[in-house]
């Protein structure tokens, strides 16, 4: 299974396209389609949006290769989507060691999906709080994951 159209619809949306280096929500170094850069002095020109098309081609082909090694059950192409996203912007480990991961290899389908819901803080200012850009990705992936559109 592949990221579908939608999948990739969702991310693009949430992600947005930068051409100049920022920090994410939680302070992170990023550019292009939330791609998260190790070295702050990546890309001091910029990119371009083909370039960071590439990119994310990249980054989403790893995230769609952890969701396959983690996930011990049949999913749905919305389920996979769901995942995928949530896996590039939380990031492998956070869906390693989550009980929505747990609940999902144990065929709890529901009970993984709104575990989806519940990952919606970040630090702000040193503080655990909830995000708004969060919160409506989050709501998004479960729609996705229940057959709806991105």
């Not at 990739?8 to 100049?20: D, I, P, Q, V």
Request: aromatic share 10%.
């Amino acid at each position: 299974m592949e990221f579908s159209a939608a999948g990739l619809e969702l991310l693009k949306k949430c992600e947005g396209f930068r051409a100049r280096t920022y920090m994410d929500a939680c302070g992170f170094p990023t550019i292009g389609y939330g791609h998260r850069l190790l070295y702050l002095g990546s890309y001091a020109d910029g990119i371009d949006e083909p370039h960071a098309a590439l990119v994310l081609a990249c980054d989403v082909r790893d995230a769609e290769n952890d969701v396959r090694r983690m996930v011990k059950v049949p999913l749905t192409q919305g389920q996979f989507d769901a995942l995928v996203d949530f896996v590039f912007n939380m990031g492998t480990g956070r869906l390693a060691g989550s009980t929505l991961l747990k609940d999902l290899n144990a065929k709890q389908y529901d009970a993984a999906a709104e575990q989806l819901k519940l990952w919606d803080h970040g630090l702000v200012d040193g503080k655990e709080a909830e995000l708004p850009g969060l919160k409506a990705r989050r709501l998004a992936e479960f729609d996705l994951w229940h057959g709806g559109a991105a």
